[in-house]
């Protein structure tokens, strides 16, 4: 089904030149050039759990409804399961009648502007600048760093960040350690969101993104299901099918092998 394939056009433009005509000369008129087709697969992302008759009648301490809860709970584990797709996710897969599809999140799509090493090396301000020139020079303009818990840590390594300087409110009457906006060499504000998806799948990398480059697309928005009676409970599911859009990945940069 072509609704299972998602498919969006992107352009880019031409790498500026000197231009300069003559006074009353024709126009210089160019070949357009097609615009690029992009894919991604729909994937489904569901979360299903059971609460007992005996759980609904009873009234569990600490909440009202024990259904509510186990929602809320799944509701969660469910947008943390979609941000593992975004993210993680490397390649598409078609899928087939015993092959689930899966989208090509950010670990697949960011693939121009890389830092990368035969090594891993710590993080320092020169690697991420050199990242950020080469994205700027794409004509990318960064305004998120998505990282783990080790590389956001790093950030406060002066050694690896020499002449860095922290903004402290002085009636606090503490010192704050931790770094949550960078600007760099190459100038502009990157805001930096530490996601434990990151942390505990590629902790050694981190994204430099554009954000309005990307963006959700959603075949069916999640909804909840109630599901037939087979036992002594009431089932439930919850389901998602989405892709990730990316509108222009040399908007973006990733460095990875670090330690």
Known sequence: SSDLLHEWQTDTLKTPTAVARVEGEDANIKTVTATSRLVNRTQIIDNAFIVSNTELAMKPAGRAD?????????????????????VVNSAVVTGASA???????????????ISS????????????????????LAGGRPDTILTGGSQKIAFTNTTNFPGMTRNITATIGSYSLFVDVYQGGIGGSLKLITSTIMGNNLDNQ???????????????????????VTGDGVKYQ???????????EKA????????
């Open 117 to 136: 090493a035969t090594a891993n090396r710590a993080l320092t301000s020169s690697i991420l600048d050199t990242l950020l020139k080469t994205v700027w």
């Open 238 to 248: 919850i389901t998602a099918e989405v892709t990730l859009e990316s509108l222009n």
């Open 66 to 86: 024990e259904s509510d809860y186990q929602t809320e709970k799944a509701m969660k584990e469910l947008a943390n399961d979609i941000e593992y797709a975004f």
């Open 206 to 228: 981190i994204f430099a993104l554009q954000m309005d480059k990307f963006r959700k697309a959603w075949l069916r928005p999640i909804k909840k299901n109630q599901l037939g």
């Open 252 to 259: 973006s940069g990733v460095a990875t092998n670090l330690s």
């Open 99 to 113: 092959t689930a599809r899966q989208l090509k999140g950010l670990a697949g799509w960011v693939v121009t502007n």
